[in-house]
């Protein structure tokens, strides 16, 4: 079992970057594939971006690929969702999750372990 914090949201402005960051317990990090997902306002929870657990292969939604980027440090037990270009209608709360041993998913429901999530708002 791994218990997810994600961290490092906040206010930007438009146009602006930042870099949040989800920190897992455990010895046994490297297992999971991770995943970024992000609820806005008013709409369903969608997947932003995945890396596997083996391999480090990285998938972006499109609509952030080529802005978003996702990495993992598992030295760190610490998965990053690296953010530029945001704009207002991405402001979101950004949760990550975790699926043990398994390959990335876009759909929430396979992934089993959930941080609180971190509270992004981009300013117009």
């Known amino acids: 079992q791994v218990q997810l914090v994600e961290s490092g949201g906040g206010l930007v402005q438009a146009g602006g970057s930042l870099r949040v960051s989800c920190a897992a317990s455990?010895?046994?990090?490297?297992?999971?594939?991770m995943g970024w997902f992000r609820q806005i306002p008013g709409k369903d929870r969608e997947f932003v971006a995945g890396i596997s657990w083996i391999g480090g292969i990285t998938y972006h939604a499109d609509s952030v690929k080529c802005r978003f980027t996702i990495s993992r440090d598992n030295a760190k037990n610490t998965v990053y969702l690296q953010m530029n270009s945001l704009n207002p209608g991405e402001t979101a709360v950004y949760y990550c999750a975790g699926r043990y041993l398994g390959n990335v998913a876009s759909q929430g429901h396979e992934y089993a372990y959930w941080g609180q999530g971190t509270q992004v708002t981009v300013s117009s």
């Open positions: 455990g010895r046994t990090f490297s297992s999971y594939t």
